[in-house]
């Protein structure tokens, strides 16, 4: 099957234009755009819920990201020309968001020092004093795009410009759990200790990723989170707490 523009028609006014492009003879990405933007991306989770809730026979996961998702497929069972046609059937009345409230978060920080060792080096490239760059990062709702790299780590976007920073030339051999980095214009946490070149400016004490949990990830595609700065007492007060929850 070639990589086409596919459009799901012209009749229906929730008709969706997209790309589709296999992945082998077991997963389809499909595309429905080229930036990162929330309404797209609000349109790719809720096309992924929606079919997720199909419950077509042969699929296997479906993983939205910023502006596309993959579905993984058993070609023993569905093969990708009979899922093409099916999802351009879909897709004509398709939601293009979810008719479900987003799930608000609060997440603590406790920025600079160990816990942020690339906090100091931020505030300097973004000419702010280090005050300015919590007030700055704090200031801002940020959307989950996507979960990804490793197992519930969220990709949270937009950062206020000015902390738009690289990422490191060279990766960290181990970033600890927990670290809330920047990486240009995205913010995220890491969910496990795991190499990482994002900048980082702060640690949460919250556990995001339970892999033992029947829910496994804290945040969702689609969720809202805002960071709140906390102070060292309160960060080791916290992460007793979760510790705790998660023995």
């Known amino acids: 099957m070639s ?14 234009s997209f790309r589709l492009l296999p992945l082998g003879d ?23 819920d929606a079919l ?14 910023y502006r596309s998702m993959t579905i993984h497929v058993d070609p023993l069972r569905l093969d990708l020309a009979t899922l093409s046609d099916r999802l351009l059937r879909f897709a ?41 760059v919590i007030s700055l990062h704090t200031s801002v709702e940020y959307r989950v795009y996507m979960l990804g790299f490793s197992p519930g ?19 960290r ?28 400016i702060g640690r949460t004490p919250v556990t995001v990723y339970r892999p033992a949990d029947a829910k496994p990830f804290l945040l969702s595609p689609g969720d809202l989170v805002r960071f709140d700065p906390i102070k060292p007492e309160e960060f080791d007060r916290l992460h007793r707490k979760h510790q705790h929850d998660a023995d």
């Open 92 to 132: 004509r009345t398709a939601p293009t968001s979810r008719t479900t409230s987003c799930t608000r978060h609060r997440i603590p920080v406790l920025y600079g020092g160990s816990w942020g060792p690339d906090l100091e080096e931020l505030a300097d490239f973004a000419n702010l004093s280090v005050a300015e």
């Open 26 to 48: 077991a997963a389809l990405t499909v595309e429905f755009g080229n930036e990162i933007d929330p309404a797209l991306n609000e349109r790719v989770i809720a096309f992924a």
């Open 173 to 200: 051999a181990s970033v600890p759990a927990g670290s809330v980095g920047i990486a240009g214009s995205q913010t995220g946490i890491y969910p496990s200790a795991t190499p990482g070149g994002w900048r980082l």
């Open 153 to 171: 780590f969220p990709y949270l976007g937009i950062v206020p410009e000015p902390l738009a920073m690289p990422r490191l030339a060279t990766p």
């Open 52 to 65: 997720r809730a199909q419950g077509w026979p042969g699929i296997g996961d479906i993983v939205p990201t």
């Open 3 to 16: 990589n086409r523009q596919t459009s799901a028609g012209e009749e229906s006014p929730t008709a969706q």
